[in-house]
């Protein structure tokens, strides 16, 4: 595969683990995962019964999951409300809001003006200009981190969305608390507690957003285990308070692995990290021939690594990075 | 709890049993709900592995899903996709087709009309006025079957929109083939599977309503259980045949006991059946008292059951009935 067919292929987003494998079919396996920032190593969620797979599900089983994630992000139950995937939210938004002019900040991930566009809203770059403003905060890929202060004083003129996926590993970044009127945030469950396949995501927003939104969702937009996952994951606190300082750990491992090899770390959050290298294209290629999928851009400077997880990964990596050098 | 109080607590959605255990507290455990139309012996699916349940769903892995989806529908593969259940898809739709004026065929499932209104679209009851018809075929909760031809013609004239949620016990009812322009076909998972907790729904469209369907799920609408059942049970021909005998049986058995306890059986589909009854409300209290939730309507007259399940089922059920009649 061409370095040019590989950005193509791999720079609109992570986790094409079938596309790696069919494009560089010698590769060895298993793959390794780097594509995406979901944590490597899972929060040992309960499955749901048989029972609860068999029913539609309860809707005070899913009224109490919300209520389980509002006390964890800081919000009123009633304002938070469950999506499958913060990415049916950030489909959905355009519709619900009505607006025609939006302003999205940084570089940052992609779904947010591809659902915007679907909604045959204009783009643009100054919120000053816009209707709404969408900012990821902390930022993918970058981890760039916005100022509360500047979320509120934007959301007293327009619309503001802010897209949490990554906060966990930085609360205190969080405007969750302060969602209603025009803040609307969204928070991600299945990045840092490594359940991405459970789909299960946020919108914390005022009573008619939320009204609205939840019309546009249906009764039961949840698949019941997400719920059975979600309702213990939010209360598991020692779970969540060790999963940070691991990541932390690990994030900086990540780092001085990627300088070893040459490549410049430029941040990121503790479930990403983003680097810069000479030949991004190159180390792209060079790693996914030795079975290691990291996720390419546009800007053919930039490289993302999500974490490892098993030492066995590790090591792959490590060789996989060391190899390129020489 | 009075008669008029549980008319409107259970009359809107079944699958209440929270409500129901909190309304009627003394009712024996466990509860029996008969209030959907859920098969109560569920495919014997197997679960995602943690490791489709850590990641994002491969879109691979969905597209053989919609292909396997397809093949049972007889629709060609790229007509087809997959929603986190078919109540998701009636919620999208409005917007989508950014229709004002719609009818809906008969009494019937009340999320459609919830859906169009909450889009702000007038619902009125001719199709010869509107511009877009919404049939329930076979209808729940009558199981009235609307004929292929009618539902082509129409098509030929304004969106036509087949909600083939039950069809699966009567599939030369389906238009699924012919699904393309102005006809879109609604396909539910959860129901003849009776894994109504997962959340699997299919949509049927062309190739315009699906790019633009797709553009509002985003890249991972479902769950990577979802999708490793529903792959599963589609390719699974003699489980289909198999269930199908046996709902068939069942529904016959649960109209003879619904008879001879006085009731008078309407029809139905095979996953729930209709009755009629002097004292609907009256009958509905005291089934609750004995731990079985059954479906009342805005009509006092009706109540709906699903199937029992276990033989257990069937015994209390035939005790509650036979006792509201001495």
Chains 1, 2 share one sequence.
Not at 199 to 211: N, W
Request: net charge positive; proline share 7%; with cysteine.
């Amino acid at each position: 595969m061409s370095a040019a067919a590989a950005l193509e292929t791999f720079s609109r987003h992570g986790g094409r683990l079938a596309a790696a494998a069919a494009a560089f079919p010698a590769a060895p396996r298993p793959w390794i995962d780097l594509s995406t920032g979901v944590n490597p190593r899972p929060y040992p969620a309960p499955a749901a019964t048989r029972a609860a797979r068999a029913r539609l599900p309860d809707p005070e089983t899913l009224r109490a999951l919300e209520a389980a994630a509002a006390a964890a992000f800081g919000a009123p139950a009633e304002r938070v409300t469950a999506v499958p995937g913060s990415e049916s939210a950030i489909r959905l938004l355009p519709d619900l809001l009505g607006v025609r002019r939006v302003a999205i900040a940084h570089d940052t991930y992609g779904g947010h003006a591809e659902a915007w566009r679907a909604a045959g809203a204009e783009i643009l770059r100054r919120p000053e200009d816009a209707e709404a403003w969408v900012v990821v905060n902390p930022n993918n890929p970058d981890g760039r981190a916005t100022a509360a202060d500047e979320l509120l004083a934007s959301a007293a003129i327009r619309w503001t969305v802010v897209d949490e996926a990554f906060v966990e590993t930085e609360p205190e970044l969080s405007v969750a608390a302060q969602a209603g009127g025009r803040l609307i945030v969204l928070r991600s469950f299945g990045k840092f507690f490594g359940l991405a396949g459970l789909r299960l995501g946020f919108v914390i927003a005022d009573a008619d957003v939320t009204a609205r939104l939840r019309a546009r969702l249906g009764d039961w937009p949840l698949s019941a285990d997400a719920i059975t996952a979600g309702q213990a994951a939010y209360v598991d606190t020692p779970w969540a308070d060790a999963a940070r300082k691991r990541l932390a750990r690990d994030a900086a491992r990540l780092d001085r692995l990627l300088a070893a090899a040459g490549l410049t770390p430029l941040g990121g959050t503790l479930l990403f990290r983003l680097a810069r290298a000479p030949d991004a294209a190159g180390v792209f290629l060079r790693l996914a021939h030795a079975g290691v999928l990291c996720r390419p851009f546009a800007d053919p400077r930039l490289l993302r690594f999500g974490l490892p997880g098993r030492p066995a990964e590790w090591t792959r990596l490590a060789a996989a990075l060391s190899g390129e050098r020489s």
